[in-house]
Structures are given as C-alpha cells and as structure tokens.
C-alpha cells in the first residue's frame, strides 16, 4: 500500500502545473529508503521499503592491535577465536571481552579458522603459508602451535570440517582444494581432494548432505563437490570473486559476488583485498601487485535445491565480506567500506541494520543466546549483534536546508506503536552551532513543531526498548518568509532580434548576447549556475534585451520592462506580463536618443495580492537612431578633365561615419570630410575627381555625368543624393 500511495502521490504532481512548488505553503517530506538513509540511526534498523523501526542490540567486545580480522569460529560457550592480520595474530576473545594471544605466526597474515569438536584450532596463514594446529593443554592454558599441513601453494583462503573432522583447505593459485587427515601422530596427511581450473578457491561450506561448496576467484564459479572429489558447477556468477557462503536448513546455497569480470587483468588486486585500503598492499595480492582502486559493487546470489540461481540483493556501494544467519534465520551480510550490516529477505527486501565503528565487516561466528559475533577490518574489533533490541534507538535526520528564514507548522506523521519525535532548528548548517534545543513533537493530539523559525531543521525519532513501533512517513509543513526577487543583470543589444522560440543557428546574420555575470544567491552567496548565450538575429530595426533573475524562494517571476530617455525623470512602460528572460522591440518605438532600460521582476505569481515583491535592475545606457542622416547642398561642375563636388551631410543624433560617391555608376569611392576627422553630427565634403574614361563610343561622345554620393551615420543609417554635371 505504501508503494501505491507513493506512485499516486508521483503521477499527481508530475502533472501540476510546476508554479505549485513555490506557491504558500512547502513541505519536507521523508517516505523513502533514499530519503532516511542521508540520516543517522543508532539502534534502528531502515527497511528497504522506506520504514524505521528498532534494530538488535550491537555492542564492542574487543578491539584487538591488528588491523585486519579475517575469520571468526567460536565455541559452544562463547568464546571466539580471531584470524588477524597487521599483526598477524590468532586472538582468544572471552564473551566478557578478556583477549589473549595464542598465536604469532612468521607469516603476514593468519587467513582463515577452524575448529574441531575437541577444541582443536587450526589456523591458516598467507601468503605461503600453512595450516597450523593449535592444542590447548588440560593442565595449562597456553596454545602449543604446531604445522598441521603445508599445502606448499601462495595462498590459504578457506577451511572448513566435515563431520568425520576430515579439514579441506581452498588455496591459491592454483585453485587446488586438499583435504587433510590426522595421522597416528596427530600430524595433518593431505592431498589434492578438488582442482579447479579457477586461480582460487575464495570460500568453502558443506551442506547438509555433506557435499562440499565451493566459491572461486576468476570466473565467480560456485560448485558443488561430492565426497569423492566430483565437481559440478552450480552457477558462474556475473561477478568474477565469490567471496563468501552460507547455507540454511532448507538446503538453500546463499553467495556474495564481487568485482566485474570485465575489469579482470593480469597484476589486478582481488577486489576484496584492495577495497580495504592502502595497508592491505603489505599483502601480496592473489594475482599481482596493486594496480588501482577495487570495483565497487556486490551481489547477493540464491541457490535453492532445484539449482535455478537467482540475484537476492545487488548494491552499488558496498563490497560484501561475510555471509551467516541470525537466530530468525534472516540473512545477514556484512559489508564495507562503510561497515554495515545487513538483513536480506529471500524476496529481496532488506533492512540496514547496524554500521559498526570500522571499514569492513569481515566475518561472523555463533554467540550464545542466540546473538552473532561480527568481526571487523580498519579497525580490527569484536561486535556482538543481539537476537532483539537491548536499548532504545534514536535517528536523527538529515538536516533540511529551506534556503531562507521559515515558520514550521505541524507534521504529518504515519507510524505505530510507541515512539517519540523531536525537532530542533538553527540558521548555520551544523546542527552543533548554536541551534535551539530538542523540543518533543505531540504525535497523538497536535503534532504541531515547537522549533524557533529559522532556515535549517532537523528531527529526531527515539523508540523505547522492547517497542514493536515502526514509522512510515514524516512530514513537515513550513512557510519560508517571502524574499525579493533579484534581477542580476540585464543586457542590451541594438541592431538583433530574438525569435519567439529563441531557436537560432549560428550563422553570419546572428549575433551572440552574453550576461557577463552568473546568478547571485542572497543566502547561499554565488552559484554554480552558468547562463548560456542567446543566438540573436541580426536586424537594423530591432532592439533585442536579454536579463538573469532568481528568486530564494523559487517563486515563479513575471516581469516588465521599462525605459527612460537622456534627460528624463520619469521610466515608461514597455511592456509587462513577460515570463521569458529575453524580449525584443523595435527601434523606432523609440525617437533617436540615449535610453536606459529597467527590467522589473514580480513574484506575484505565486503569492496572494498584498504580499508579493520585486526586484529591479537598469541596464547599461544604450543608444538608438533609425533615421538616416540628410544630404545637403550637393552641387558639382566640371573642371577640364575633373569634376569638383562639394555638400553637407547633415545627422540628428550620432556623428557621421563615412561618406562615399560614384561617378557614372562606377564603382564606390571612400571620401574624408574637410579636416579629414569624421567626429560631428555635421561634416562638410569638398573633393576633385577624373573623370573616368570610358572605352564605349557613345559614352565617350556624351559630355554629362551624374554624380552620387552616400553618406552613413555612426548606427549605418545610410542618406543618398546625385547631381547631373556638363
């Protein structure tokens, strides 16, 4: 039903008409996973459906020198044992916290655990390492260490024990899973049991069956051995590492894959290594040195008994390290680099749990009372997740930035059971400057919010312990106080025309109009936000105007243009009601002259009559003259060989620009005026020209010439006249 509602609620306002956002009242609405997950929980579990609710107890048992904690095997009565590396060191951890070390190897790593039924440990190393068996006497409780087995491969990854207590070692490079049996002298006898054609064996499990289960590095191959040795692959996973397994009573195979099998090369840490760190390169890694940051991203795969695999889970930002089943049977896996926690359901929902204090969660092992040891990298230490909630759980949420200074109104909440809520508000975006105090929400009579007006808010859900409350939806209304709309800049540009759609090509007839400035944030000071240049067409007639506006309120903006000329006091309307940021007009609306124009923007779109504000901006003093200048007193005579010409070209506003003329319709002939300096309104012109010679007979005969001239003004307005000589 949630999911429905949500899709309701999407198809309604993807239709509205958008000025509804900006309009009175806003809200602050968290309904989603997305939305809770920007939080912070502390004992609540978010449900991939987007609901908080308590989450088990989790709690730091020990926190060992070694950075890395690769395995973890515990015993009926609690007590785990750790495979560390960055010292590589097997730890004895005692339910109460009480650590000892019984076990220094020579070697970098200790990789992988097991333990037998008579309290055995045996401890794999990396990299050429062994497996060691370590004994504890009756009379002592030190661990004598002894070499177990030497499988003389690079690398150790996995062990695990049948029940006739027969030890199988998945190893690299070569891929080779042995199997090792005690000897008379308690001495490991082992050999090649399984050989894959993958680099490594990554993860081995046995089923109920007692059919061993193995994961492979390369290929992401999950297989199924039989006690003779015969292997059957289950499934090629899309990722290339499998890195963990897990098996319920239902026989079904549960895996994690990781690393795209697109990326593999030759010299590539395993992603599961390089992904936790710089310090893992003290490590050889299974196929090279380290050559750049891990893929990121895991899958969740399920095998049932009938062999038809299917994708549980799949995220883009973790890598998944270990796999194990809390006391429901729910399956867990522990993830990094964020070290979370998390329970996914054979329909593919899953819960973020827990995220412990360290990278990666790297392993799990049974604790009494039904609770589940989890072990951590970056820092190496011991967790313990509770069968139930232990404590009270809090999430606080991420802080709503309303841009500008709001009143809050009430919440619109959607939960059950028993739990609290709290605001708290501040005008700096971290909550521990100087924001307001907690103050509870009354979620079953008025959930009206009692936080000061300001522009940041945060809430809070606190749940008792034991509490069966889930919340679904929060929401909070508010009203941002109304800011005026600020126009930052406006440009002008004579002699160009914008089209209706503003849809012109570059081209030799169009003209650029660029603002100079970005947009100014009051509140937020400078913004990211680059304004592209408008294609404007080229045109003697028109004045094209373009301007940049925002509003902090997101309000929609309507605006009016006004101009005022040299001299005058008051500004005149040129239009209004205009919704684009771009207009045009026509020059000769207006008479010859400087002008000024004042872009005028309202967010009265959005607020009722009474409350809205504007904002205003004047453009840069701007020139227009259409009329052409006047040819005066053009008079010309003939001088032998040579014509003499002399007349006024006369402008209203601007300076003439240039003069030329033509005798006989030849060709155009630049002339300067007397004093040669064109910088007047008025120039006089007084010039002697050849007259030209012309090769055709009845042209040659003719003793009349007519001469033209042209004279422009500083805006290309162009005047013309001739006068007939003899």
């Not at 027969?166 to 190893?171: E, S």
């Not at 760190?277 to 890694?285: C, H, K, Q, V």
């Not at 002939?669 to 008025?682: F, K, N, R, T």
Request: hydrophobic share 35%; proline share 5%; net charge negative.
């Amino acid at each position: 039903m949630k999911t429905f509602a949500r899709l309701c609620f999407s198809i309604f306002f993807l239709f509205i008409v958008p000025s509804l956002f900006a309009q009175g009242t806003q809200t602050w609405d968290q309904q989603t996973y997305e939305d809770f997950s920007k939080g912070t929980t502390k004992g609540i579990a978010l449900r991939s459906d987007g609901r908080l609710d308590l989450a088990p107890g989790f709690e730091t048992i020990y926190t060992s020198p070694s950075t890395y904690i690769w395995d973890a095997a515990a015993q009926v009565d609690g007590t785990v044992f750790l495979a560390a590396g960055s010292p590589a060191r097997v730890y004895r951890v005692t339910p109460d916290g009480k650590s000892t070390v019984v076990f220094e190897p020579k070697e970098l790593q200790v990789q992988a655990l097991a333990l037998g039924k008579d309290g055995t440990v045996y401890a794999a190393t990396s990299p050429d390492g062994k497996v060691y068996r370590l004994t504890r006497s009756e009379k002592d409780s030190d661990y004598t260490a002894s070499t177990y087995f030497d499988p003389k491969t690079k690398y150790i990854w996995s062990l695990a024990l049948d029940k006739d207590g027969h030890l199988y070692v998945g190893t690299g490079d070569r891929g080779e899973i042995f199997r090792v049996t005690a000897n008379k002298n308690g001495e490991g006898e082992g050999s090649v049991f399984f050989k894959s054609d993958e680099a490594h064996i990554r993860a081995l499990a046995f089923s109920s069956s007692g059919d061993l289960i193995a994961g492979s590095d390369g290929s992401g191959l999950i297989y199924r051995i039989s006690p003779s040795g015969d292997g059957f692959v289950l499934y090629s996973a899309p990722k290339k590492e499998i890195t963990a397994l897990a098996l319920d009573a239902a026989g079904n195979i549960y895996a994690a894959g990781v690393g795209e099998k697109r990326n593999v090369s030759p010299g590539q840490l395993s992603p599961i290594l390089s992904a936790m760190g710089p310090g893992i390169n003290t490590i050889p890694s299974m196929i090279g040195p380290a050559s750049g940051a891990a893929p990121a991203g895991s899958d969740v795969y399920m095998i049932p008994p009938d062999g038809a695999p299917q994708k549980l889970w799949t995220t883009k930002d973790d890598l998944v390290y270990a796999l194990a089943f809390d006391s429901q049977q729910h399956l867990l896996a522990g993830t990094g680099n964020r070290g979370r926690i998390v329970s996914i359901e054979k329909d593919g929902t899953f819960s973020d749990l827990i995220k412990a204090g360290a990278n990666q969660i790297t392993a799990f092992a049974q604790a009494p009372k039904g609770a589940l040891y989890a072990a951590s990298s970056n820092l190496g230490k011991l967790f313990r997740l509770s069968a139930t909630a232990d404590s009270e759980g809090t999430f606080e949420s991420d802080v709503f930035d309303a841009h500008t200074f709001s009143r809050w109104g009430r919440m619109q909440i959607r939960g059950t059971g028993n739990y609290q809520v709290f605001t708290r508000s501040g005008n700096v975006d971290n909550p521990d400057r100087n924001w307001s105090a907690w103050k509870q929400v009354d979620v079953n009579k008025d959930p009206r919010v009692e936080a000061p007006s300001a522009r940041f808010i945060q809430w809070k859900l606190v749940i008792p312990r034991h509490s069966n409350a889930v919340l679904d939806d929060l929401i909070i209304n508010y009203l941002s106080k109304n800011v005026a709309p600020v126009v930052d800049e406006v440009v002008v540009q004579t002699g160009a025309r914008f089209n209706s759609n503003n849809v012109i090509k570059p081209t030799n007839d169009t003209i650029s109009v660029t603002l100079s400035s970005q947009s100014q944030n009051m509140i937020l000071g400078p913004q990211p936000h680059f304004e592209p240049s408008m294609m404007a067409q080229k045109d003697k007639s028109g004045v094209a105007v373009r301007w940049a506006a925002h509003d902090d309120n997101d309000d929609d903006l309507t605006f009016s243009i006004y101009y005022r000329g040299d001299g005058e006091a008051g500004w005149k309307l040129l239009k209004d009601g205009i919704t684009d940021k771009f207009y045009s007009f026509d020059a000769a609306l207006l008479p010859d002259g400087g002008y000024t124009l004042k872009v005028v923007a309202s967010d009265s779109p959005s607020h009722s009559p009474g409350e809205a504000l504007t904002g205003a901006k004047e453009s840069a003093r701007f020139e227009v003259d259409s009329t052409p200048p006047r040819v005066e007193g053009l008079s010309g005579r003939v001088d032998g060989a040579r014509i003499h010409v002399t007349f006024t070209a006369h402008d209203t506003f601007s300076p003439i620009k240039r003069a030329e003329y033509s005798i006989d319709a030849g060709d155009w002939q630049y002339i300067e005026p007397v004093g040669q300096l064109s910088d007047s309104p008025v120039e006089n012109y007084d010039f002697t020209a050849e007259i030209p010679h012309s090769s055709d007979r009845f042209a040659a005969t003719s003793t009349e010439h007519v001469i033209t001239v042209r004279a422009y003004d500083r805006f290309d307005n162009m005047a013309s006249a001739k006068v007939v000589v003899k």
